[in-house]
């Protein structure tokens, strides 16, 4: 067994300390990715690398992908890459499309807007949507232009499940329906990647063809893998695709997943700890896992309304139950305030991204997360917004506290 430092006498790294400060107690990690990664999940990973062309490392193999698509309510292929997330976008579009196709996009917030990036430089044909920001997606832009769309060039929709830039949640089920409404047959590809794990999300039952995710959100594992959760109709559209596709094709990885093999060297030792993830999550149960975060996404947006700052989101029903962005009073920086409570309390909280830098804050509520670990992150949010000086009220704690215990069973 593998020794591991207590985190009292740990030396560790903060946002403003670098290598080798000393600091007692566990650091806060509250930004919306990484996550914190469960202890049982960091020794289920602390094994010897195993061989992976042995027989223990497919049933390891098939022991995992099932799981996975049971998270995602998916009968298709869950398909695995050694990567960030970004390789699972880029892996949705080169199995699915072809040169100059054209694609119905949002300007909806950062990582949209990364996700565009991708496509352009496939040189695929963006018909984007300016979105508000702060409202997201709407639902029956997506049924008027698919209607208009009588010549069917449109080849897929692409939207964000839930947008981690802004803490909005867009309605997904909404979007599926808006493109049957419109008898449509374009692909509908999902970035799930804040929400995966943490949010419902409906494969089959709301007809996505394409889901991305990655591993250090709501699967509680460290940054390293992505997936692709696949329909048969795109996985179909993967035999006629024309875009330059090697690594990411997803042929050759279902052919050697149907024994439990990868085409090439997968990340062993992250599966070890994505399989003890999931069997963790069976344990609590998706419905459980679900609840706990909106019940924790609430008590977050109570300490907003009593501090009185603004949830950047303006839409209630579509505030995430994964991330919320606080929106920073005029003449008040938010990246300030991050290090103010980096420094005092050893707490990192997620940047304003974008044209967001300095503007909002995001507080992350997801992953192995419980109700003290949510009032100690809002505990130094409250003592921060103090200290920098950011006129706001007291008792937003003392909110999310009593909130949580009216709800605790």
Known sequence: MPHFHNAKNSQRMSDSQGFG????????????????????????????????????????????????????????????????????WEASIVNTLSPGDKVLMFDSGVFAGNWKTIAERYGLDIDLVACDWRVGVDPNVIEDKLKADTGHA???????????????TNAIADARAAIDAA???????????????????RHDDWKIDVIVTG????????????FNIVSEKALAMS??????????????????????????TPATNLMYGLL???????????????A?????????????????????????????????????????????????ISDRFDMSLGAGLGPLAGNVFRIGHLGDFNDLTLLGTLAGVEMGLSLAGVPANSGGVAAAMQYLAETAN
């Open 21 to 88: 400060a000393t600091r007692s107690g566990r650091h806060f990690l509250q930004v919306p990715g990484p996550t914190n990664v469960p202890d049982r999940v960091l020794l289920a990973m602390a094994r010897p690398t195993m061989d992976h062309r042995s027989a223990a490392f497919s049933e390891l193999t098939l022991e995992i992908l099932p799981r996975l698509q049971k998270v995602f309510n998916a009968t298709g292929p869950a398909i695995m890459f050694p990567s960030s997330a970004t390789g699972a």
């Open 154 to 168: 449109i080849k897929a929709v692409m939207v964000v499940h839930n947008e981690t830039s802004t803490g909005i």
């Open 183 to 201: 008898s449509h047959p374009a692909l509908y590809l999902v970035d799930a990647v804040s929400s995966g794990g943490s949010i419902e999300i």
């Open 215 to 226: 591993s250090q959100k709501g699967l509680m594992l460290p940054p390293g893998l992505s």
């Open 239 to 264: 035999e006629s695709s024309r875009l330059p596709c090697s690594y990411w094709d997803w042929r050759d990885m279902v052919k050697a997943n149907e024994t439990g093999f990868f085409p090439y």
């Open 276 to 290: 003890e993830a999931l069997k963790m999550m069976e344990a609590e149960g998706m419905a459980a896992i679900y």
């Open 292 to 340: 706990r975060h909106a019940r924790h996404g609430e008590a977050t947006r109570r300490a907003l309304a009593a501090w009185g700052v603004e949830n950047f989101c303006t839409v209630p029903e579509k505030s995430s139950n994964t991330v919320t962005a606080v929106k920073m009073p005029d003449g008040h920086n938010a990246d300030e305030l991050r290090k103010i």
